[in-house]
């Protein structure tokens, strides 16, 4: 995943958490994504 930000995010630096979890959602999910957008 960090190739993906750096490619297609190559001037900026996310910020990134993330959490260990037993299960997602479904069982054919791989990752789950939550995205917090700001816009001003």
Do not use: D, F, K
Request: net charge positive; hydrophobic share 50%.
């Amino acid at each position: 995943m960090v190739r993906l930000y750096r490619h297609y995010m190559p001037n900026h630096a996310p910020i990134w958490t993330q959490v260990g979890v037993a299960a997602l959602g479904l069982p054919t999910m791989r990752i789950e994504i939550r995205v917090t957008a700001i816009v001003s």
